[in-house]
């Protein structure tokens, strides 16, 4: 048998190459089974690795490369990376799940255009093991046949048997599950998704039955259709006759020896890097506009785990044979070694003693790259350039398979078996694992609003629920942060438009006054949204004796007088006049029914000279339109309704200190500028514990809080607020240009659930932003800060950001408004001339119109 197979070898065709394609008996959940053996397929989560510390990826990679040498030791194991496009149609489907208020049908239309525009792939990982064989290809083709001649043929599988394999396969997963790559069985819809993809027909999957099995003429309709192979690609055919797709198998002959990890040695996951140039365009498809666009091979690798007593005795003979080569050299009158053959012998040696120490062992794989196009020929062949350009410059050697493509697509197919044997890598679990074929870029939520896109190494779709922290019991504040104008402010209002259609009660503080375009916005797609004004109007709206009650009462004694503080005029301060503030306090809630509007008349009417001066002065600053709020005497105006909406609260003459501004020389109307923010807060607070908001998802929105971070009064109030919010079930938005003071409210960071970094360009800054996304803070990641902000050509980029998500994962990411008319109702400067000067779409004239 051995001669056989090396004369066939010799001849260029070892292995199965003749065997008939599988003969798919069985689908079911994570099962997948021939005529001649069964496999278990998984799906695998994408790691995030962008942005990843390099002692985390170390770790991880340590985790996968023993994953493989403990759990798949010895297994017949086939990965795929396959892509799909994204159906952006299936949003439409979720809407009705998602968004329950407004014109929330034309809300998602404009969104589902923009994907559509967009054309984003989907990246799929799945890895099938063999777990059992149940008959050689000859036995299978001789009991078909004879059954097919008595009329008795049958491609059902017995009950026990799949209870078998369905027991195999989920033990295998269970193991599987630990790892890096968190594998779950594949649904069956996937597996048959999977086979029926290659013929690149437009069908409609079949459903499995009662069983969840899909079998017999629901599993022979996806087999349907014919291939044509060429030298260099195979034809699909499809039901007309006409060409599909054009698709060619490309093999990886050779690696470099080292490969160096991130960098080229990441030859798996650099697949979604890889682009060309169209040299066509399409009646209806490709955007003239667009010069690059992504080629999406799909890998398919067969490989199996030596097991390291194996592992080690190829090994150490191929040891052997460079020794014996190097001993023969030197008996010769030459008496040289070739240096080849010498540094086999070492490296062998070294291989051996590092397997015999540590959990290492050697992978045999096959590497295929699918390669696609429904297109034309040439567009096949312009992608087959990008790729073997691509990977020459990693040092890697990719070639078309000549004569052999339907040998080797047949190969790819899931349930098949190795039938070109010649072109295999004898490597580490640790090389293989360095490929990370689960590394990319993953971020956001499973569910909810798609609020933009993902700009990393994978592309994808990113969402975000801003009330989904509420709902799972989870931290319920989202903080934005960075420095301004880079696309904040929009990008938090396009969130708070998805919250008000899920229905939510939506109230934002606007203390900088660019968000009346919220209201807008939202009156423009049938929202119950509204801008309302503070003033003198609403004089005690905003007590905090009125707002703070119940178990919160206790704590107003503080507040009040804090607050009051910091509206009183410095030079009274200087002179201790807090002293009689507080005891004002003392002796107003004593009494029963306080007020802050007491608390002063109880100031003017003392004897004390300090405490009836700072009366005065505090009793003229309650007349004012940005003191009546907070300090008058209640008109009986009520502010904001308690009703599901948005509600854009803004503060005419507003004057808020900058991060950096010393608080001894903020000026009067600064002072009451941060007091008012301060009732603010607590007021919508109040509004969200009222008991007629009860069952409804609430959010408070609040911008600019360096204001309040920079005083040890508006910190503590801050933390106290996010704590409430999470009791009350109310998300917190918040938005900052100061991440340097932020990191030090521990018990503010602990209620964040998300964070958006966007550009920040002081190294302090920039370190306190990377503590916070849970970067590793150093060099790397301050110039990774400073760049997330510009394109290419270093012109402003606004709504790029890095995300981090409630599983602190982090990745770069492009908040997207889907129209210019939205983004022009959302413009955040005063005059609009060019509704493209401040859009956030990575391209300003593709906005979905």
Not at 531 to 555: H, I, K, M, P
Request: proline content about 5%; glycine content about 8%.
């Amino acid at each position: 048998m051995k001669l056989v197979k090396a004369v066939g070898r010799f001849l260029g065709v070892a292995g199965d190459r003749s065997a008939p394609p599988p003969q798919y008996v069985a689908l079911a959940d994570g099962l997948l089974v021939t005529e001649t053996h069964a496999e278990a397929w998984y799906v695998l989560s994408s790691s995030n690795t962008d942005l990843m510390s390099e002692a985390a990826r170390d770790a991880e990679h340590d985790q996968a490369a023993s994953a493989l040498a403990r759990i798949l030791a010895g297994q017949e194991c086939h990965l795929r990376v396959l892509w799909s496009p994204l159906n952006a149609e299936d949003y439409r489907h979720e809407a009705h799940g998602l968004f329950s208020s407004g014109a929330f049908e034309e809300w998602v239309d404009q969104r589902v255009i923009r994907l559509e525009s967009l054309a984003l792939s989907t990246r799929h990982l799945l890895l099938g093991v063999r777990i059992q064989d149940r008959a050689s290809h000859a036995e299978a083709r001789g009991r078909s046949g004879l059954q097919n001649a008595l009329g008795l043929g049958s491609a059902s599988v017995p009950q026990r048997e799949l209870a078998r394999l369905d027991a195999l396969a989920r033990r295998l997963g269970r193991r599987l599950e630990t790892t890096p790559w968190k594998a779950q069985p594949a649904p069956v819809e996937m597996l048959a998704w999977m086979i029926a993809r290659e013929q690149h027909r437009a069908m409609t999957l079949p459903t499995p039955d009662s069983a969840g099995v899909i079998s017999g003429a629901k599993l022979a309709q996806l087999t349907r259709g014919r291939v044509v192979p060429y030298p260099d690609h195979v034809r699909v055919i499809d039901a007309h006759g006409e060409v599909a797709a054009w698709t060619s198998v490309l093999t990886m002959d050779g690696f470099p020896e080292e490969m160096h990890s991130p960098g080229p040695g990441e030859w798996l996951r650099v697949i979604s890097e890889i682009t060309y140039v169209p040299e066509e365009v399409d009646e209806d498809g490709v955007d003239p506009d667009v010069h690059e666009l992504p080629v999406n091979p799909e890998p398919s690798l067969r490989f199996k785990v030596l097991h390291r007593r194996d592992a080690l005795k190829d090994v150490n003979e191929l040891r052997k044979l460079a020794k014996e080569q190097r001993q023969s050299a030197a008996k010769h009158s030459a008496g040289e070694t070739a240096q080849e053959i010498e540094e086999t012998e070492t490296t062998m040696e070294d291989l051996a003693r590092d397997m015999k120490r540590e959990d290492v062992t050697l992978v045999e794989d096959h590497p295929r790259l699918v390669v696609s196009s429904d297109v034309s020929l040439d567009d096949l062949r312009s992608k087959i350039d990008a790729v073997i350009t691509y990977y020459g410059g990693l040092g890697i050697e990719v070639s078309v398979a000549t004569e052999e493509q339907k040998e080797l697509w047949l190969e790819t197919l899931p349930g098949d078996k190795l039938r070109v044997p010649d072109l295999s890598h004898i490597r580490t679990v640790s090389a293989l694992a360095g490929s990370w074929f689960w590394g990319g870029a993953s971020v956001g939520d499973d569910t909810g609003p798609v609020i933009g896109y993902l700009t990393g190494s994978t592309p994808g779709v990113v969402r975000n629920d801003l009330t989904g922290g509420s709902a799972r019991g989870d931290a319920t504040t989202t903080a934005f942060i960075g420095r301004s104008g880079r696309g904040k402010t929009t990008a938090m209002m396009m969130s708070l438009l998805d919250a008000a259609f899920r229905g939510s009660f939506v109230l934002a503080l606007d203390f900088k006054g660019d968000m009346g375009g919220l209201a807008a916005a939202g009156q423009r797609f049938g929202l119950n949204a509204h801008l309302v004004e503070t003033g003198s109007q609403y004089a005690g709206v905003a007590d905090l004796f009125a707002l703070l009650t119940g178990e919160s009462a206790e704590r107003a004694k503080t507040e009040v007088p804090a607050q009051l503080g910091i509206a009183l005029p410095q030079h009274l301060r200087m002179r201790g006049a807090e002293t009689p503030i507080q005891s004002a306090v003392n002796q107003i809630v004593a009494a029963g029914n306080p007020a802050t509007w007491k608390v002063i008349e109880h100031l003017r009417a003392s004897t004390d000279d300090l405490a009836r001066e700072a009366g005065d002065a505090l009793h003229e600053l309650a007349q004012t339109d940005l003191g009546a709020p907070f300090m008058g005497k209640p008109s009986g105006a009520a502010l904001i309704a308690a009703e599901p909406g948005i509600w854009v609260v803004q503060i005419p003459g507003i004057t808020l200190p900058g991060p950096d501004d010393d608080r001894d020389d903020w000026s009067v109307h600064q002072r009451l500028s941060v007091a008012l923010v301060h009732s603010m807060l607590a007021f919508g607070i109040s509004m969200a514990g009222r008991k007629d908001l009860r069952g409804l998802r609430k959010v408070i929105a609040v911008p600019e809080v360096h204001v309040l971070t920079a005083t040890r009064e508006g910190a503590s109030f801050l933390q106290y607020i996010a704590r409430v919010g999470r009791a009350l079930q109310t998300a917190l938005v918040i938005d900052t240009q100061d991440p340097e003071s932020l990191v030090k409210l521990v018990g503010l960071v602990e209620q964040i659930t998300t964070m958006f970094g966007f550009q920040l360009t002081t190294e302090a800054q920039q370190d306190a932003l990377a503590a916070l996304l849970d970067l590793p803070v150093g060099p790397h990641t301050r110039k990774f800060i400073q760049q997330v902000g510009v394109d290419v050509t270093q012109e402003i980029r606004h709504g790029h950001c890095i995300m981090r998500d409630r599983r602190f994962s982090s990745a770069t990411v492009q908040f997207d408004v889907p129209s210019a008319e939205l983004l022009k109702l959302l413009s955040t400067t005063p005059v609009v001339d060019d509704p493209a000067g401040t859009d956030l779409t990575k391209k300003p004239l593709e906005v979905g119109v």
